[in-house]
Structure formats: structure tokens, C-alpha cells
């Protein structure tokens, strides 16, 4: 509720400070002026609430958590811990310490302030669930019950849920579901908005399961009905390391477990009915260098994550987690050891120590043969490639791994000694198709270099490499006084990756077509920790010259269907399916319903934030609706809006 009264008048007389029995007197005080002030909304009954959450044992908990109270997104968002200073400036003036809170109080005395702090303090909070093991010894048993393995198996077909960041395990964002179609698109219209606090990074790809969309918003994870826009739960995490970055792609799902990475380096799994905590494993520290934005992959009972943190000098890998516990129980290094196969491709072994090797965005997963495909980023430092001779494996390599065990099948590095930060990112979608009359199993490669490539999946044979965007200067070397090239730094395909229709074997991609100035330090660049490892920097062209293109390919020839270009770089994901549409947004704000023939607009509604990550489709009570990502992109990016879901479907 939204309290009138602005400002509390306490009518205590000074205290001073310094002497226990002073706190004492202190808190006596404080009593009769909770009562006086805040008993009108509050009690100090653990688990017994008033218009506001029950303050028993509030000094000392997290801001927002207690149970059983229902508290604004302000602040369950804050990020608050509830110690004496905190507390003595929220009740300074609350709205001040947390915009949009529904308690609007001010107690405008420090003496009153401090006297029921110091009351407050002396109240048992009640008897808390011991905090979920970091390193639990048991697995971990959820309430709820989350898709199962044979649900996952079967995500391509199923057209109900969204159960992987890019749709299912080929990654091919295709839903065989045509409620929404070309010929009605133009009658859709929001029917609900989700919109948090908070103007962070927003690049989540949403998953959907029986009708609940789960999403991440920086550090915080939350679960929303698909058809209301309504929260059911969200759980925020607080860091207990450095965080290098706070942009996060997601999570994923299986047998009433979520899992996602966190920004100082905890991979987590939450209860998908409740959202409480069920184990948490530092696995990567922002002291490298590292963080963890990319959504994890979940099969069987192993979950596979890996850090990004390249431009800060991150030495990465990518490994194998159990589910129910989150031990590792295989790691492979993107950038190997010293006495490791790939590291005689670093001349320097100096070199190796800050590698590079991101991951950032969706692996790719073919079942039947066990076979996981990872995009390994760019290597460090970015531009200075004279500290770091050799072809520098596994940067920009597509790597495919035995998923059971982390053993290397086979690796393809395009751009090795990359000097120009283009970071191979997409592994997929993954294919089969008739390629001259033969059964083909097929892989879709791209990446910042503003390529989309072809290969077959057994043969590692390119059937195409086609340009996606403006290439300029591609074999130059950034130079001290500057070279101009294209693509820029967030130029090329970023971290939504391609499309792929079956029924029509087409390939949809958007890309950024942005150049830039890359230039090269006067001197080799020292690792330093929080701190880009670049060796050079970039000027972008202005945003003005920036391009966001999208093209529909044929996905055995790679002969372009059509080509859309708009005003803005484009990083929103594409979803397609047999209703003949793609659903996308753009920087400028708006949802859009494209027509998959030849990518005229059918649909478009201004969502009121930028639109860079991602877009799904799913239905509830058989109905078909859509769900898009709106709010501020990142601080490289741009763009505007706190972070936000919104919500369509026919009339
Ligand atoms: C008119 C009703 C009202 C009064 C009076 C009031 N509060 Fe609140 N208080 C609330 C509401 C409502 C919330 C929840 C706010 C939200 O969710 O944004 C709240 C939240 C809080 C919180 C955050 C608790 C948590 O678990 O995060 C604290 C601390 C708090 N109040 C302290 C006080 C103190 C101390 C006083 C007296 C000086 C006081 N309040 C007076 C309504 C009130």
C-alpha cells in the first residue's frame, strides 16, 4: 500500500551514543516509537503480517525476502541487506533509498532513527530453513516436477512449451504452430507486460514450460504466467565476488530444476515451483577476468556451462555439472594447458594464461550421435596478436565434444590469430537435409566475422559461406593511427543466432552491419584484473552509419531468398514457424510479425524498450501466444527500457 504519512514525528529527546547501556535506553525508546510509528503497518510477530512484512528479525536479512509477505519488484529487487546503515538511510527517506517502494516514510530525526533501529535489533527473526549448502552432499530433491529427459528429446516437435534457449537441442527457434499466420498476424495486440525495475542488460531468451515463462533479469531469476504477466516467484541473487558483467542469456529446465550462471562466477539451480535455492558452485571468478552469461544446456542428468570474460583477459573452458548437485564431472579447456593437445598453437605459453575463449551464447546438441557443439569466442589480448603468435586454439573454433565425457571429436577454427574480436558464436540451428540427392546431417556456423557458414556434420565439409554483412579491410591488422573495418566490434551475428524453417529449408539470420576503427596500443598491453585486455581500442562508426540487416537463405545453396535492412544495428532474436511468420523486434522499440516469404512487415507494436534479445512462441489452453524481450540492450549496445516481457495473441 501506498502509505500518506511523508513524515514521521518522533518526539524523543537526543541521544548519545557510545555505551551498551546507552543501547539499551536506546532501544527502549525505539520501542515506544515503533509503536508510535510503524506498529500501525507492522508487527514484530515472526511470520505475521500488516500492511507491511513483519519487521521480527529484519536487521540482518536480505531486503524483500521474508515469506509469506508479498513485496514490490522495487524492493525485492533492491538488492538490500538490511544492516543499520542501510536502514537508517531507507527510513531517512525510503523512496529515495528505493525508488518505487510502496512504504513512502521519512523519519527525519537521526536520534529517532537510531533508537528503533536498535529496538528492531533486539527482536528474533523467526527460525530461518538452513541456506541450501553451497556444495550440498545429498542430491537435491525439487517440489515441483520440470520436463523430463524424454520431453527434451522431443522439444523439436513440441509445440506447446519453448524448453532450451533457442527452442530444443538443434537450436533451429522453428515452432511447427500456425494459429498466428500471415493472414492474421496484423489482429494481434499485447495482452500483457511484465516489466521490472531494472534498466540492465537485457538479452534473456526466455524458456516456457506448461505455460510459465522462466527468464533472467541480471542477477535476478523469474518465473511468470504466460498468460497474466503475473510473477509467481522471483528469486534474486546476491554476489559474493566480482562482477565484470552483468548481461545474462538465461536458463534452463529439467525435472523441477532451473539452472543458470551468475555474474560472479556461481552456477545455480532453483526450485522451478518455489524458486528457493537448491545448491550453488562457484565455478568461475570474477578475478580472472571471468563472469557467466550464456543460457546452460541440460542433458541428462548433466548441465554444461562454461565462462565468458575474454576481453578481460579470461582463460575459459567448458564443462560438465550434475544436475542434482552441481559437482563437475568433466571440464574440457577452451584454451588448453600448457602440456594439453592445441597448446603448441601458442607460441608464447606465457600466452595461454589469459587466452581468451568466451562462451557467451546457446551450444547445439545432437542427440543421437552424443555430440555437444560449443562456440569458442575470440582470443586475448583482443587486438595486440603479437603477444600471442599462433593460431590460437580453440578460439573461433566450432568444437564438438563427446557430451558424456568432454573427449574432443573434432574442431574448425575460422579466423585464427583473430586481431578483430570476431567471436565465433552460433553453433546452430543443426539440420538434415537432402543435399544432391544425399541424407545430409549439417551444422549452421556464424559469428561476429559477418559470415554464416554450411558444414556437414561428419565431414566437416563447407557446402557454403555466405556474407551477412558489409566485410572491409578483412586481412588488414589494426594499427596504431587506426584501420577502418567491417565488421566493427558488434558487428556481424552477436549472441541470437540463426533461424531454420524445415518446411521450406530456409535460413533466417539478422546481423549487425556496423564497422569501426580498430586501433593498436603503442605498447603490449599488461593483464590486469577488472580491466579490459584489449591491446587497442575501437571507435564505432556513428550510430547513424550502423545497419541492422536480415536475410532469408536457401539452406543447401546459401543463395539469398530476400534481404530487409533497418535503420539500427539488430541483435533480436528471429523465431519462425509454419504459420509462414518470423517474430522478431528491433532497436527502435518495436515487436514485429514478419512475413517469412519476402520479410515485409505484417505486424508492429512499440513495446516501449529496445528490443535485443529474445522472442518465443508457445501456447496455453491451446492457444498460441508470443512472448518478446524488451528493455535496455547494454551498454555497448544501447537502447532503452527497464527489462521487460510483453505478451501477444489474437483478438
Ligand atoms: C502506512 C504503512 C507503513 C508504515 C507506517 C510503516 N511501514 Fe514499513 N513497510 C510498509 C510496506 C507496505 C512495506 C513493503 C514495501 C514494499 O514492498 O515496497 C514496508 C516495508 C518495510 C521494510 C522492509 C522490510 C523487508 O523485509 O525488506 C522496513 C525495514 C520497514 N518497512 C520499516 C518500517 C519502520 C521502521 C517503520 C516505522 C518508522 C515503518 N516501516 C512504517 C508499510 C509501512
Not at 524458486?275 to 544446456?297: E, F, H, T, V
Request: net charge neutral; proline share 6%.
Amino acid at each position: 500500500m501506498n502509505s500518506s504519512i511523508r513524515t514521521v514525528f518522533v518526539a524523543l529527546p537526543l541521544l548519545t551514543f557510545g555505551s551498551s547501556a546507552l543501547a539499551q535506553q536506546d532501544a527502549a525508546r525505539g520501542k515506544t516509537a515503533y509503536e508510535a510509528n510503524c506498529a500501525a503497518c507492522h508487527t514484530v510477530i515472526p511470520g505475521k503480517h500488516g500492511f507491511g512484512p513483519s519487521l521480527a528479525g529484519v536487521v540482518g536479512r536480505e531486503a524483500g525476502t521474508v515469506e509469506g509477505y508479498k513485496f514490490t519488484s522495487a524492493l525485492a529487487q533492491s538488492g538490500l541487506h538490511w544492516d543499520a546503515k542501510n536502514l537508517d538511510e531507507f527510513l531517512t527517506n525510503t523512496t529515495t533509498k528505493v525508488p518505487g517502494t510502496a512504504m513512502d516514510l521519512a523519519v527525519p530525526n537521526p536520534a529517532d532513527r537510531a533508537a528503533i533501529i536498535a529496538y528492531l535489533g533486539t527482536i528474533q527473526g523467526p527460525a530461518t530453513a538452513a541456506k541450501a549448502a553451497a556444495a550440498p552432499a545429498a542430491p537435491v530433491m525439487p517440489r515441483g516436477a520440470g520436463p523430463t529427459q524424454a520431453e527434451l528429446l522431443a522439444a523439436q516437435s513440441n509445440n506447446r512449451d519453448w524448453l532450451y534457449a533457442t527452442h530444443d537441442y538443434t537450436g533451429a527457434r522453428y515452432v511447427d504452430l500456425a494459429q498466428i499466420s500471415t493472414k492474421n498476424a496484423a489482429s494481434l495486440r499485447p495482452i500483457c507486460i511484465y516489466r521490472s525495475d531494472i534498466p540492465g542488460p537485457t538479452q534473456t531468451n526466455p524458456i516456457v514450460y506448461k505455460g510459465v515463462i522462466y527468464v533472467t533479469v541480471e542477477k535476478y531469476t523469474a518465473a511468470i504466467d504466460g498468460k497474466t504477466c503475473r510473477a509467481k516467484w522471483t528469486h534474486k541473487w546476491k554476489a559474493d565476488g566480482r562482477e565484470i558483467s552483468l548481461a545474462n542469456r538465461g536458463v534452463a529446465i529439467k525435472d523441477g530444476i532451473l539452472v543458470r550462471g551468475q555474474t560472479d562466477g556461481n552456477l545455480i539451480a532453483l526450485d522451478m515451483e518455489s524458486g528457493k535455492l537448491l545448491w550453488s558452485r562457484k565455478i568461475a571468478n570474477g578475478d580472472n577476468g571471468q563472469y557467466m552469461s550464456m543460457p546452460p544446456l541440460i542433458f541428462e542428468d548433466l548441465v554444461l556451462y562454461g565462462p565468458a570474460g575474454a576481453d578481460w583477459g579470461a582463460k575459459n573452458w567448458i564443462g560438465a555439472f550434475k544436475l542434482t548437485t552441481g559437482e563437475q564431472v568433466w571440464k574440457f579447456n577452451l584454451i588448453p594447458d600448457a602440456n594439453e593437445p592445441g597448446a603448441e598453437t601458442w607460441k608464447d605459453p606465457k600466452s595461454l594464461e589469459h587466452g581468451g575463449a568466451s562462451l557467451w551464447t546457446p551450444i547445439s546438441l545432437d542427440v543421437k550421435t552424443g555430440t555437444l557443439y560449443v562456440p569458442a569466442g575470440n582470443p586475448a589480448p583482443d587486438f595486440y596478436g603479437d603477444l600471442r603468435p599462433g593460431d590460437n586454439l580453440y578460439t573461433n573454433s566450432v568444437v564438438a565434444l563427446d557430451v558424456r565425457t568432454g573427449k574432443l571429436k573434432w574442431y574448425k577454427q575460422f579466423g585464427p590469430a583473430d586481431v578483430w574480436d570476431g567471436d565465433l558464436d552460433q553453433v546452430s540451428p543443426l539440420f538434415s537435409a537432402n543435399v544432391k540427392g544425399k541424407k545430409r546431417d549439417l551444422i549452421t556456423v556464424s559469428g561476429k566475422d559477418g559470415l554464416m557458414r554450411v558444414l556437414d556434420r561428419d565431414t566437416q565439409e563447407m557446402l557454403f559461406e555466405v556474407p551477412v554483412t558489409r566485410r572491409e579491410n578483412i586481412d588488414a591488422k589494426p594499427t596504431v593511427p587506426g584501420v577502418h573495418r567491417c565488421p566493427g566490434l558488434l558487428g556481424g551475428i552477436e549472441y541470437n543466432g540463426p533461424a531454420y524453417n524445415p518446411k521450406t529449408q530456409t535460413l533466417f539470420t539478422g546481423a549487425n552491419d556496423w564497422c569501426g576503427i580498430f586501433t593498436l596500443a603503442g605498447t603490449a598491453p599488461t593483464w590486469a584484473v577488472q580491466t579490459h585486455y584489449y591491446g587497442g581500442g575501437v571507435t564505432p562508426d556513428s550510430a547513424d552509419q550502423s545497419k541492422g540487416v536480415l536475410m532469408a537463405f536457401d539452406a543447401i545453396s546459401g543463395k539469398v531468398k530476400w534481404k530487409k535492412e533497418w535503420a539500427h544495428s539488430w541483435s533480436s532474436a528471429l523465431t519462425t514457424t509454419s504459420g509462414g511468420v518470423i517474430f522478431t523486434g528491433a532497436y527502435d522499440n518495436d515487436f514485429l510479425v514478419l512475413d517469412q516469404a519476402n520479410g515485409e512487415v505484417l505486424y508492429r507494436f512499440n513495446t516501449g524498450g529496445s528490443m535485443g534479445g529474445g522472442v518465443v512462441t508457445y501456447q496455453v489452453d491451446g492457444k498460441q501466444y508470443v512472448a518478446a524481450v524488451s528493455g535496455v540492450i547494454s551498454g555497448f549496445h544501447g537502447g532503452s527500457g527497464t527489462s521487460a516481457i510483453v505478451v501477444f495473441a489474437l483478438r
